[in-house]
């Protein structure tokens, strides 16, 4: 049923923060913060025309984190909430999407602010950001409306090998995908 | 250099569009066009919570693009961009993202409005949308700002085994993807 897809990076993402413990958990929580976009050389001449654009979508693995987790405790409440319904990395596919102030670019480098991403972070894909198509700036958001918690950076709850510790959930202790992954992480904290 | 990932579909996507010709190129531009998002059962409870959203990211595979391009002829234009300053479907990774409007959740089946997408489409992730991330309404957008064609709906051009006869600029003849592509692509259609 499911069909695979074979991606590979095109380039990877240099920032302040080495671990997911301080770093801001969306790019509005990192303002001011700079960092780069080191593409590739071969993609040099596919970037020209996107020095007009204000804004980038960055996508990129999060390639730190732990694996699928069908509930989890996000960064900005106390309350458990489906993965979906959340920007957590804790993903089936995880794949991570940021809108980055587009600084300047020289060569296939991509001098960016506002970044909330893990120094090393592999690149999938660069869009650029289109109000027209992207803004919906009056629109509901749920859970996070009514947000309880004020965090404003990470912390190790979705990092490998330490997932078991945060969503201890009823849910996840009888869903298939969660029991799998709550047996690794333990496997790998003994 | 490149890393490799591999993922797998979390279900697809089901809307009125059998082909790319007269697809909607964008969602504000299939505005009351209704579609669904089929995720596979096992993930019904990773979408609690996601109904307080208005509207949802859904990531996808464009299974059916030709490959990549370095430079391209979008839809919205009559001059080439190079592929990052655009949204073609000719990316090195080809994932495609869209806000679709979320009109409600029944079992693992999402129902959306303002589908821009082709039916059979296979879905990587959905994610919520949220303003204080997503929306940044009055930026700077290229090209697109001063847009000389008015396109609403796709054509053939990115298209498995049809991309040359669009894309043809110098560029790519003497790019190194460009040309492998080119020479794919003249074999099938031949």
Aim: hydrophobic residues 40%; charged residues 25%.
């Amino acid at each position: 049923m499911a069909e695979a897809f074979a991606f590979r990076s095109i380039g990877v993402v240099r920032s302040p923060f080495l671990e997911q413990t301080g770093t801001p958990i969306q790019p509005n929580l990192a303002v001011g913060v700079e960092g780069t976009v080191e593409l590739d050389a071969a993609y040099i001449d596919a970037l020209v025309g996107l020095e007009g654009f204000e804004r980038v979508w960055v996508l990129y693995v999060f390639d730190r984190a732990a694996g699928f987790q069908k509930t989890v405790v996000p960064y900005r409440d106390d309350r458990p909430h489906g993965l979906f319904a959340t920007r957590a990395p804790a993903r089936p596919n995880p794949i991570g999407v940021s809108s980055l102030r587009l600084l300047s670019i020289e060569g296939a480098t991509l001098r960016v602010g506002d970044v909330d991403i893990l120094d090393g972070t592999p690149v999938l894909d660069v869009k650029p950001y289109v109000p027209a198509f992207d803004a919906f700036p009056g629109v509901r958001a749920g859970w996070l409306d009514e947000q309880r918690v004020r965090a404003r950076r990470a912390d190790r709850r979705f990092e490998r090998g330490v997932q078991g510790e945060v969503a201890n959930t009823p849910r996840q202790v009888h869903g298939h995908h969660g029991s799998q992954r709550r047996g690794r992480a333990r496997k790998g904290r003994s």
